[in-house]
C-alpha cells in the first residue's frame, strides 16, 4: 500500500504515533470519509502496540477511516491537554491583581443556591488543580 502522507510523532523508543494517509481500497463515495483512509500505529518502548500479523502478511499500522478519531481528537483534545478549558483571558491592565482577574474568567451567571455551590465547588477545584 502506497502513502501520500506518513508522519511520525515522538520517538518510537519511548512513545510514539505515526499516522499515514493514503487510497481508500474500498471508496464510499464520501470525499471526507475517502480522503481520511490511512494507517495509526502507536509505539511504546520500543514496541508496536498496533502491529498486526496474520498467516499471509505483517503490519505494525492499523488501516482504516481515520475520521473519526479526528472527529474524536477534535471534541476531546483541549480535555486531553488540559484538565480544563482555560478561563477567558481578558486585558491584564483591566485588573489590579491576580484574584480580580481570576474572578472576571470566571463564567459567573445567576444560579440558585445548589446550582452556585456546585459552580464553587467546580472553581475550587480548578484554583486546586492549576495553583
Known sequence: MSDWYHRQFGDAAVFAV???LGRDPHPSGSVAVDAMWGGLEIWARGRCLTRAVTSD??????RWSLLPLASWLLDVGV?????????????RESYVDACAWYDACERASYLDEAAESAWFARRSEWRKAHA
Not at 502478511?57 to 492499523?62: D, L, N, R
Request: aromatic share 4%; no cysteine.
Open 79 to 91: 480535555i486531553l491537554v488540559n484538565e480544563d478549558p482555560y478561563p477567558l483571558a481578558p486585558k
Open 18 to 20: 505515526s499516522v499515514s
Open 57 to 62: 502478511s505483517s503490519t505494525t499500522a492499523v
